[in-house]
């Protein structure tokens, strides 16, 4: 919802026309900051937990899995946020203007991740010298995002910068009228939500049925919730002030009935354990929209209240903003050589730790490790192929650490790209 969704891009590219009126330099939104991180540190702890249990036939880590899917969401609706805020009052916006700026920041890193991915799946498999001749179904996996688990978030990221410009005229034709445009989207996602959980398609559609969550339809709703959002925040934010606590009750009422649907699914109901529909499950959508608007409402209050007394933190979570989706690109490579070593059948990991430390280890290695791997291939020569970012020169650590966000580059500002 890999995967979402203002960072230092270079409006004054070489080549851009001379004449064109430079747009006013927007605030910068330091809660957006916040909200990556925090989205982004819940997503590597879902893959970590998954890989370190046995999550077919443990349902407290399903449940856990279930509420945590607002994540994938959040991308989704923070993509849409920066986006929209970017570019919603830009006289000037052009479609292929945006296309060519945004879509290569996303493109080459998806394109050589997934070959990375590609190719240590074969050597894990063994099949490392098939490589050469099995390139028809790299390509294949190539096409839907296949490659490495997270790798479909970015898949969908690319469709979402391909329609991004009939979002723009549809929020801009519906001025006035955003309330009933979200309803009317709501209702589709319920509906989308509802076919996706309950439909069986025929054999002929079937084969590619299952690969509906690596297309944009499943988060229509949240691209647009977070647009719109963008559009109006003024207005939110000030809605928001005061309403902490019946937040936290819609909460607390929204994750019951979705996780009491899943408990009583499986008890009641012969469902499995595991589902791979579950992010999708209708009796869900309250929860994955509440929790988004507590988790902006949370981040806000931060950046406008608290932000300016923590001033350690509040330089973690911007570094963190900053490096998250090569983080993203990377984290499921480290994850994957922790686990790798044997011993006893199992990962050494959990057979000389145990649960529920190994977990824990895993998660941390894995943050510590990508980090470390992230800082390293952003000093090579062609960074920004390889993780969306600019490169950083070595003798220049905070080269990057005091971005606007007017001028940021896309892949920071957009879920990943910030997905």
Same mark, same amino acid.
């Given at each position: 919802?890999?995967?979402?969704?203002?960072?230092?891009?270079?409006?004054?590219?070489?080549?851009?026309?001379?004449?064109?009126?430079?747009?006013?330099?927007?605030?910068?939104?330091?809660?957006?900051?916040?909200?990556?991180?925090?989205?982004?540190?819940?997503?590597?702890?879902?893959?970590?937990?998954?890989?370190?249990?046995?999550?077919?036939?443990?349902?407290?880590?399903?449940?856990?899995?279930?509420?945590?899917?607002?994540?994938?969401?959040?991308?989704?609706?923070?993509?849409?946020?920066?986006?929209?805020?970017?570019?919603?009052?830009?006289?000037?916006?052009?479609?292929?203007?945006?296309?060519?700026?945004?879509?290569?920041?996303?493109?080459?890193?998806?394109?050589?991740?997934?070959?990375?991915?590609?190719?240590?799946?074969?050597?894990?498999?063994?099949?490392?010298?098939?490589?050469?001749?099995?390139?028809?179904?790299?390509?294949?996996?190539?096409?839907?995002?296949?490659?490495?688990?997270?790798?479909?978030?970015?898949?969908?990221?690319?469709?979402?910068?391909?329609?991004?410009?009939?979002?723009?005229?549809?929020?801009?034709?519906?001025?006035?009228?955003?309330?009933?445009?979200?309803?009317?989207?709501?209702?589709?996602?319920?509906?989308?939500?509802?076919?996706?959980?309950?439909?069986?398609?025929?054999?002929?559609?079937?084969?590619?049925?299952?690969?509906?969550?690596?297309?944009?339809?499943?988060?229509?709703?949240?691209? /647009?919730?977070? %647009?719109?959002? #963008? =559009?109006?925040?003024?207005?939110? !934010?000030? +809605?928001?002030? $005061? @309403?902490?606590?019946?937040?936290?009750?819609?909460? /607390?009422?929204? %994750?019951?009935? #979705? =996780?009491?649907?899943?408990?009583? !699914?499986? +008890?009641?109901? $012969? @469902?499995?354990?595991?589902?791979?529909?579950?992010?999708?499950?209708?009796?869900?959508?309250?929860?994955?929209?509440?929790?988004?608007?507590?988790?902006?409402?949370?981040?806000?209050?931060?950046?406008?209240?608290?932000?300016?007394?923590?001033?350690?933190?509040?330089?973690?979570?911007?570094?963190?903003?900053?490096?998250?989706?090569?983080?993203?690109?990377?984290?499921?490579?480290?994850?994957?050589?922790?686990?790798?070593?044997?011993?006893?059948?199992?990962?050494?990991?959990?057979?000389?730790?145990?649960?529920?430390?190994?977990?824990?280890?895993?998660?941390?290695?894995?943050?510590?490790?990508?980090?470390?791997?992230?800082?390293?291939?952003?000093?090579?020569?062609?960074?920004?192929?390889?993780?969306?970012?600019?490169?950083?020169?070595?003798?220049?650590?905070?080269?990057?650490?005091?971005?606007?966000?007017?001028?940021?580059?896309?892949?920071?500002?957009?879920?990943?790209?910030?997905?």
């Amino acid at each position: 919802m890999s995967t979402t969704l203002v960072s230092r891009a270079n409006e004054s590219t070489a080549g851009a026309d001379a004449s064109t009126t430079r747009p006013t330099r927007r605030p910068y939104l330091h809660q957006v900051d916040l909200i990556r991180s925090v989205t982004f540190s819940l997503v590597i702890f879902v893959h970590c937990l998954t890989q370190t249990t046995n999550e077919f036939t443990s349902m407290p880590v399903n449940t856990t899995s279930l509420l945590l899917h607002f994540t994938r969401n959040t991308f989704f609706a923070l993509t849409g946020f920066v986006l929209m805020y970017q570019n919603f009052d830009k006289q000037d916006f052009s479609a292929p203007t945006f296309w060519k700026r945004r879509i290569k920041l996303v493109i080459y890193p998806y394109m050589i991740w997934s070959a990375i991915y590609w190719v240590v799946n074969m050597w894990l498999a063994g099949r490392l010298t098939e490589v050469p001749t099995s390139l028809t179904n790299f390509f294949y996996q190539l096409s839907w995002g296949l490659s490495g688990f997270q790798m479909y978030f970015l898949f969908v990221m690319l469709q979402v910068y391909l329609i991004f410009p009939l979002v723009v005229w549809l929020l801009r034709a519906t001025a006035g009228h955003h309330v009933a445009l979200l309803g009317v989207s709501l209702v589709l996602q319920f509906a989308v939500a509802a076919t996706i959980t309950h439909w069986n398609p025929p054999a002929a559609v079937a084969a590619h049925w299952w690969q509906n969550y690596a297309t944009f339809i499943p988060y229509q709703f949240f691209i /647009l919730y977070g %647009a719109v959002a #963008a =559009v109006h925040r003024k207005q939110i !934010g000030a +809605w928001l002030q $005061g @309403k902490g606590w019946w937040l936290f009750g819609a909460l /607390l009422v929204t %994750a019951a009935i #979705a =996780v009491g649907s899943y408990v009583g !699914g499986v +008890w009641f109901a $012969g @469902k499995p354990v595991h589902d791979n529909n579950s992010a999708f499950y209708p009796t869900l959508l309250p929860f994955l929209v509440v929790a988004m608007t507590c988790l902006y409402a949370v981040a806000l209050h931060w950046a406008e209240n608290r932000r300016e007394f923590t001033p350690r933190f509040a330089r973690a979570v911007k570094y963190a903003s900053n490096r998250s989706f090569p983080v993203f690109l990377v984290h499921v490579l480290v994850l994957t050589m922790i686990m790798y070593p044997q011993r006893n059948g199992t990962s050494w990991v959990l057979d000389a730790i145990g649960q529920p430390w190994a977990t824990i280890v895993v998660y941390v290695g894995t943050l510590a490790g990508s980090l470390l791997l992230v800082e390293i291939l952003r000093r090579l020569p062609g960074a920004l192929y390889l993780t969306g970012r600019p490169r950083v020169p070595f003798r220049s650590p905070r080269a990057d650490s005091a971005p606007t966000l007017a001028d940021d580059a896309p892949s920071r500002r957009e879920g990943v790209s910030v997905s």
